[in-house]
């Protein structure tokens, strides 16, 4: 993988070139008008003036006459025009791009969620079979959108983020770049109406667009990045030694049938194996008062919703049966080279936990060797 200090068209055809799997390259930026997409654009310009078949999947303007302008004269694929809601959209036609099968596509607005009724829910999910099919892709999202990065970013900027791509999309890339602006220049370009109309520039500077928040989003772009670097080397093998002393070790998630605050303890997962670039799991035991017959539709829905986000965010998952959770646990990790367990606050009554019956006391007083990370779901921070 390359970063943002290798970005230039011909170190990305230089990719292209080496392999029959399509490439991915990826525009990540810290807030809307950062430039991605004029980026993108002027990339696609360059490439096709070295004579590489590049075509435009999906590009969104957002009305910005700048980055209308660096249009230009490249090649479109046609839009699929739909009826959602009583209103006319035009989507990302996955299978007019493989049938025209350009040498790369450009692809904007990927955490985009697809009408009903196409063949993917979401637009990442398009790219890659775009990519399965041999198709290098150029694309961009903002730090926000991504999946472990939910709850930290809402944190930060006070609103909910609904559409989100999972991190290991950000993992497929096989180069990442951001555009380092300054914050005070990219103020100064909402200001001048390169972002948004006149009469939303108050209101997004109360609210997103403030400088602490942006400094804050602006920091987790740069920490990602350093993160990716480090995980260049993902197939270096690991002695049995750094297994051992948790070097190496894999990081394993606890989650039970009725756990509505999941998704925060599988964004940690996500975050701490993205960080130490380990395999994870997701691991859930079936106890006698907890088979299929005994819960309620209820606790097995939002089961097997937390088994999809966790598949998603790259975790293998693994489902027990046993009389005892914490035992099973226990043996999971020390036979599977677990050195990281994850695990949510107890919410026992307080007497159980005074006398050490709560099963995270169990939990605790059994990991002899390993790390457990109890998340607080009231005091969440990104500080894994």
């Known amino acids: 993988m390359t970063t943002s200090r290798d970005q230039t068209p011909e170190s990305f055809l230089d990719l292209v070139e080496k392999s029959r799997r399509g490439k991915l390259k990826l525009y990540l930026g810290f807030a809307p008008g950062v430039g991605k997409t004029c980026q993108m654009l002027l990339e696609a310009h360059a490439l096709r003036k070295r004579g590489v078949d590049v075509v435009l999947g999906f590009i969104e303007p957002h009305g910005r006459a700048e980055t209308v302008s660096f249009i230009g004269d490249l090649e479109a694929v046609p839009r699929q025009r739909v009826e959602y809601r009583g209103i006319i959209v035009e989507?990302?036609?996955?299978?007019?791009?493989?049938?025209?099968?350009p040498q790369i596509a450009i692809i904007d607005e990927?955490?985009?969620?697809?009408?009903?009724?196409?063949?993917?829910?979401?637009?990442?999910?398009?790219?890659?079979?775009?990519?399965?099919?041999?198709?290098?892709v150029i694309c961009a999202f903002n730090i926000q959108h991504l999946e472990s990065l939910k709850n930290v970013v809402e944190k930060i900027v006070g609103t909910s983020i609904r559409e989100t791509v999972p991190d290991t999309f950000l993992h497929r890339a096989d180069q990442i770049v951001t555009?380092?602006?300054?914050?005070?220049?990219?103020?100064?370009?909402?200001?001048?109406?390169?972002?948004?109309?006149a009469d939303k520039v108050p209101w997004a500077l109360e609210h997103f667009f403030k400088d602490s928040h942006l400094n804050s989003l602006r920091e987790l772009v740069l920490r990602e990045i350093a993160e990716a670097l480090e995980r260049r080397d993902t197939h270096a093998p690991k002695s049995?030694?750094?297994?051992?002393t948790g070097v190496g070790a894999r990081i394993m998630v606890?989650?039970?049938?009725?756990?509505?605050?999941?998704?925060?303890?599988?964004?940690?997962?996500?975050?701490?194996?993205?960080?130490?670039?380990?395999?994870?799991?997701?691991?859930?035991?079936?106890?006698?008062?907890?088979?299929?017959?005994?819960i309620s539709s209820e606790a097995q829905r939002i089961l097997?919703?937390?088994?999809?986000?966790?598949?998603?965010?790259?975790?293998?998952?693994?489902?027990?049966?046993?009389?005892?959770?914490?035992?099973?646990?226990?043996?999971?990790?020390?036979?599977h080279g677990v050195g990281h367990i994850i695990v949510g606050r107890s919410e026992q009554p307080a007497w159980k936990q005074w006398l050490g019956f709560s099963p995270m006391h169990r939990l605790l007083n059994q990991a002899s060797g390993l790390d457990v990370h109890v998340v607080s779901f009231e005091a969440e921070s990104d500080g894994l």
């Open 91 to 101: 989507e990302l036609d996955r299978d007019a791009v493989l049938k025209r099968m």
């Open 110 to 136: 990927i955490p985009h969620t697809n009408p009903p009724g196409f063949p993917n829910r979401r637009r990442y999910q398009d790219v890659l079979d775009i990519l399965d099919a041999g198709i290098n």
């Open 179 to 197: 555009l380092d602006l300054p914050v005070e220049d990219l103020l100064e370009r909402l200001k001048s109406g390169k972002i948004y109309s």
């Open 240 to 244: 049995a030694a750094e297994v051992r």
């Open 254 to 294: 606890c989650i039970s049938s009725l756990s509505p605050r999941a998704g925060i303890l599988l964004r940690k997962g996500a975050r701490l194996a993205g960080k130490l670039n380990r395999h994870w799991f997701v691991v859930y035991v079936e106890t006698p008062s907890e088979s299929p017959a005994d």
């Open 304 to 335: 097997a919703e937390n088994m999809e986000k966790a598949r998603e965010l790259g975790a293998e998952i693994i489902r027990l049966k046993a009389d005892d959770s914490v035992t099973a646990l226990i043996d999971f990790a020390r036979s």
